[in-house]
């Protein structure tokens, strides 16, 4: 890994809200599925363990959570360029 489990939390905390269950994939071995309720997943680390859970499907949440995303012409600057921010506000105005 690049960089530490430690570092890619604190820099993914930055921009979501983690709470209670939430996964942080750091890499996907080879041949992996999509998991699905009932699955069992293992993890071990030399040295310290093994850790065993299933998987199990839990309700949906009954807010949004997390920073929800925005569309003004700020965003799009920063996202597409200035230029193409103005080209894109030009195209939607002309439709």
């Known amino acids: ?8 939390l604190a820099d ?9 269950g939430d996964i942080v994939l750091t890499g996907t071995p080879a041949n992996s599925r999509p998991m ?10 030399t040295g310290v363990g093994r850790l065993s859970n299933q998987v199990v499907e839990g309700p949906s949440p009954r807010h949004e959570v997390g920073h929800q995303p925005t569309d003004s012409m700020g965003v799009r600057v920063v996202a597409l360029g200035p230029a193409d921010a103005l080209r894109a506000q030009e195209t939607e105005t002309a439709s």
Not at 3 to 8: A, S
Not at 36 to 45: A, K, M, S, T
């Open 1 to 8: 890994m690049l960089f530490g489990i430690d570092y890619l």
């Open 36 to 45: 699905q309720p009932g699955d069992h997943v293992e993890v071990e680390v």
């Open 12 to 20: 993914l905390s930055r921009y979501i809200t983690f709470v209670a």
